[in-house]
């Protein structure tokens, strides 16, 4: 037994001394993970808090968002009634610019009828006058005469006038009207 002993007691040291080695490899083993552990759970509540922080970072930018919106849907608005005409200004303008296309048209036609007056009056005085039995008319009548064509030489010019005004007038509406659209 003796030399069982001697030779088991050895034995039975060395694999006391393999277990104290293990224990203390798997206490020191057990130490690293336990601090791992600790610098996982540090890092995980940093994330948390970082999380944290850009959820409301992301809360605050979507609130600010959303006030942008609503700010450009009112500058749209804005942006949208000054471009656009009122319908009912619109049709102001569009009513006044027939009524003075149809003021064009009319004196555009009176004076294409006065300028017809005046070319046949011009063709019967040159021919009055070129033909050798012309017409002799007394100071008074020539003197009426002449007054007449001023008058009328007058009237032709007013229209005239009229016309190039009421031009002017139509192209001033047909300027608002293309920088409003």
């Not at 069982?4 to 993970?33: F, G, H, R, T, Y």
């Not at 605050?60 to 500058?75: F, P």
């Not at 007056?117 to 021919?127: G, P, S, T, Y």
């Amino acid at each position: 037994m003796e030399l069982l002993m001697q030779q088991i007691l050895p034995q039975l040291d060395l694999a006391s001394q393999n277990m104290i080695e293990k224990v203390n490899s798997l206490k020191k083993m057990e130490a690293d993970v336990l601090k791992k552990v600790d610098e996982y759970t540090k890092i995980q509540s940093e994330c948390k808090e970082t999380a944290e922080k850009l959820a409301d970072k992301y809360e605050d930018i979507n609130e600010r968002h959303e006030e942008l919106m609503v700010k450009c849907q009112h500058v749209l608005i804005d942006v949208y009634s000054k471009c656009n005409a009122d319908p009912v200004e619109e049709k102001y303008f569009k009513n006044k610019l027939e009524a003075y296309q149809s003021r064009v048209d009319k004196l555009s036609q009176q004076l294409n009828e006065i300028r017809n007056i005046e070319d046949q009056a011009k063709l019967i005085n040159e021919r009055e006058v070129n033909s050798p039995d012309s017409l002799h008319l007394n100071p008074n009548k020539e003197k009426v005469l002449k007054e007449i064509l001023n008058e009328v030489q007058h009237a032709i010019e007013g229209l005239i006038s009229k016309v190039n005004e009421t031009r002017q007038d139509v192209d001033t509406l047909k300027k608002t009207q293309q920088q409003r659209g």
